[in-house]
């Protein structure tokens, strides 16, 4: 037991280093001062340190005042040491004006950001973030929590609708290209620029260092979509995978991008929306009867492809598109899965919620936005690659008995896919992402 503790806090501390030594007093202070820019109320003696909470990128702490309030002091894990760089920095100042913006032009149910810092000169000696706390429990812990004043189903199907209906508010935002929100020392909304894009460098798996390397690396900004996730396949790679299967996988990924829908401005120029970097079941707080209370975790948000965007599918609902993930088909039943049935049942539900908050526009693209998040995930995931590429092409051509998604795959790879193949792959392909046909 004692070999378990230290192995758990030598990972922890390889994550956050000195940050899990930041005292208790200094981050009630940093409450506290918050709320004195607030409201004027002093410290107090009764003001308590509740709890800390390890993400996977952020020590989460809340702060109950005297007078019951909760505040949330959120410090990122790069906030320590050579960790802490000009892009680390950059891409945290963008994550809390975004939502500072979002809260201003919008009702979505996101934390209140009351104070932050992107330096190390602070009462805590890190960058940090105070925002308000939100109360309920995670879809995480509801989805599949059969007790409670609801139905199972109707709490499910409730969620669904509260979910489609704060997402679809960050409609309000458009913007030319793919990247960060960047703002001037004003801080004012309304002047805002397209920066970088920013993402988690996190090593090569398999790699000496891999889970004790932590940096934010910056690429782009991008005019179009298919240039993003294309420089993604190409670029952001933990390793490069030269056998048949990897180099077929990534062809087949490639060709998949070049068939991505856009969506244009009367100009011809097309555009990027803001969405959830991570929308998954973690992510949504809701109440008991599965009403949204809040939307968390904005760290690296970004403007990314309309059919990427607020109109897709959580995350919790397209499991099946992403095999390594969906412990369903790994163990042929699972109690904390949906089976695939149940998944695009959900799917169905949610963008007929999702087109009555819309009315049109971007609502075209729910549809097949799992399919376009597979594709996404292709682009930018090594270890998931190979499989959900088999997952689309056994899907493409199911009616076609024997089928083998390996050989086809090394076929791809290494050049020997006859034509005939190739215009079967490609009409396939097409039909599948084509936003005016249905969704599987």
């Known amino acids: 037991m004692a070999d378990c503790k230290t192995s758990e806090y030598q990972r922890l501390f390889d994550r956050f280093g000195p940050l899990l030594s930041i005292s208790s007093s200094s981050l009630i202070q940093l409450a506290a001062k918050a709320r004195y820019k607030i409201s004027g109320r002093r410290p107090s003696p009764k003001d308590r340190h509740l709890y800390r909470r390890n993400g996977g990128y952020n020590l989460i702490h809340v702060i109950e005042l005297e007078d019951g309030i909760k505040y949330v002091i959120r410090v990122p894990a790069v906030g320590w040491g050579a960790r802490w760089t000009e892009n680390a920095s950059n891409a945290f100042r963008s994550q809390v004006l975004t939502m500072r913006a979002i809260k201003d032009k919008t009702s979505m149910p996101i934390p ?4 932050f810092d992107t330096t190390q000169s602070n009462l805590i000696g890190a960058p940090y973030m105070v925002m308000s706390f939100i109360p309920g429990g995670t879809v995480l812990s509801k989805w599949f929590e059969k007790d409670g004043s609801t139905t199972l189903e109707e709490r499910r199907r409730n969620i669904l609708a509260s979910v489609a209906k704060a997402m679809s508010q960050l409609q309000t935002f458009t913007f030319e290209k793919t990247g960060s929100l960047r703002f001037g020392d004003d ?10 894009c920013y993402d988690w460098d996190e090593g090569s798996f398999g790699v000496g260092k891999m889970g004790k390397k932590l940096n934010v690396q910056d690429f782009g900004p991008f005019e179009s979509s298919k240039k993003y996730l ?3 396949l190409e670029h952001l790679s933990n390793g ?3 056998s048949a299967l990897g180099l ?3 062809k087949i990924t490639s060709m998949m991008i070049s068939l991505l829908p856009l969506l244009k401005h009367r100009d011809g120029d097309e555009t990027s929306v803001i969405s959830l970097p991570d929308f998954d079941s973690q992510n949504i707080m809701v109440d008991d009867e599965g009403d949204v209370t809040g939307i968390l975790d904005w760290d690296l948000v970004q403007t990314v492809p309309r059919f990427l965007g607020y109109c897709r599918y959580p995350e919790w609902i397209t499991r099946d598109w992403d095999p390594i993930r969906y412990e369903y088909l790994q163990h042929n039943n699972c109690e904390r ?4 049935e149940e998944l ?15 009315r049109g526009g971007d609502a075209r693209f729910t549809t097949k936005s799992h399919i376009y998040e597979a594709v996404a995930i292709a682009a930018t995931s090594d270890d998931s690659r190979l499989e959900v590429v088999r997952n689309i092409l056994e899907r493409i051509f199911k009616a076609v008995g024997g089928f ?5 795959i090394e076929e791809v790879g290494t050049g020997k896919l006859e034509k005939k193949e190739e215009c079967r792959l490609n009409a396939g392909l097409k039909a599948l992402l084509a936003t005016q046909s249905r969704g599987i």
Do not use: T
Request: glycine share 4%; charged share 45%; proline share 2%.
């Open 112 to 115: 209140e950001v009351y104070d």
């Open 187 to 196: 801080l004012d909304n309304e002047k805002i620029e397209i920066g970088r």
């Open 230 to 232: 294309q420089y993604q």
């Open 240 to 242: 490069e995978d030269c």
């Open 248 to 250: 077929g996988a990534k």
């Open 337 to 340: 899965e949906n089976c695939p």
């Open 344 to 358: 695009k049942n959900y799917r169905k539900w949610y963008e007929i919620e999702m087109k009555k908050c819309l």
């Open 404 to 408: 083998d998604s390996f050989k086809f």
